[in-house]
């Protein structure tokens, strides 16, 4: 089992900047990717962005240039650099995991850009 605990979210004005974590725990191994979602009020479950443990990459083009995904593998967390931050990026973020035989979520940590 893999426990995802998600930190960083919070309460940011429009045009700043936010850092989200997420730290994996428990029987982790190798070849997994790591993502985060997020999910506003009344809409889908969206992807953003997706790290292998090789370090490649992939980001959805509503983010593209202004969050970056990076991980520690040697920490085991991932972390999302969210930059210019919009009234519309308002949501629940989410971390994931997943291997070829299962996938994991944390709790998720509410983001909330004001004007």
């Known amino acids: 089992q893999v426990q995802l605990v998600e930190s960083g979210g919070g309460l940011v004005r429009a045009g700043g900047s936010l850092r989200l974590s997420c730290a994996a725990s428990?029987?982790?191994?190798?070849?997994?990717?790591m993502g985060w979602y997020r999910q506003a009020p009344g809409k889908q479950r969206e992807l953003l962005a997706r790290?292998?443990?090789?370090?490649?990459?992939n980001c959805a083009d509503s983010v593209k240039g202004r969050f970056t995904i990076s991980r520690d593998n040697a920490k085991n967390t991932v972390y999302l650099q969210m930059n210019n931050l919009k009234l519309e990026d308002t949501a629940v973020y989410y971390c994931n995991l997943r291997t070829v035989v299962a996938e994991f979520w944390g709790q998720g940590t509410q983001v909330t850009v004001s004007s």
């Open positions: 790290i292998t443990c090789s370090g490649k990459t």
């Open positions: 428990g029987s982790i191994y190798s070849g997994n990717a």
